[in-house]
C-alpha cells in the first residue's frame, strides 16, 4: 500500500496546472477511500474517516475542471493507461519467481492487453 500512496503523493507534487492537480487528487481521494475502507473493515472505529473519504470523492467530483478533463478523449485515455499495466505485468511477469506469480500477470496482461485493443 505503501507504493501507492508514494505514487499518488508524486503525481500530487508534480502537478503543473489545475486539471491535472483535479485529476491527481481526486486518483489520491480513491486511494484514501479504498484504504480508510479496509481499515473501517478491521475496526469501526475507523466508520467516521471512511465516510469522510467518501465524502471529500462526492465533494471532488462535482469540480467543472474535473468533469471537462473526464470528458476529454476518455477513450484514448483509458486505452494508453492499459497499455501501461500491461506492460508493467509483463515486466512483473519476468520478476516473477513463483510460477504462480507468474501465471497471473501473463493472464491479467493478456487481459489488459485485449482492453486496450478493444478500445483502439
Not at 66 to 81: D, G, M, N, Q
Request: hydrophobic residues 50%.
Amino acid at each position: 500500500m505503501q507504493e501507492h500512496f508514494a505514487y499518488a503523493a508524486g503525481r500530487i507534487r508534480s502537478a503543473c496546472d489545475l486539471p491535472t492537480l483535479l485529476a491527481a487528487a481526486f486518483a489520491g481521494l480513491e486511494l484514501v477511500e479504498r484504504a480508510t475502507s479496509a481499515l473501517a473493515e478491521r475496526s469501526p472505529a475507523h466508520a467516521t474517516a471512511l465516510n469522510e473519504a467518501s465524502d471529500a470523492w462526492w465533494a471532488l467530483s462535482r469540480a467543472p475542471s474535473l468533469r471537462r478533463l473526464e470528458e476529454a478523449e476518455p477513450t484514448e485515455s483509458l486505452a494508453a493507461f492499459s497499455l501501461l499495466v500491461t506492460q508493467a505485468l509483463v515486466v512483473a511477469t519476468s520478476r516473477a519467481v513463483d510460477p504462480a506469480d507468474r501465471v497471473a500477470c501473463l493472464q491479467a496482461a493478456r487481459h489488459a492487453g485485449r482492453v486496450h485493443d478493444a478500445l483502439c
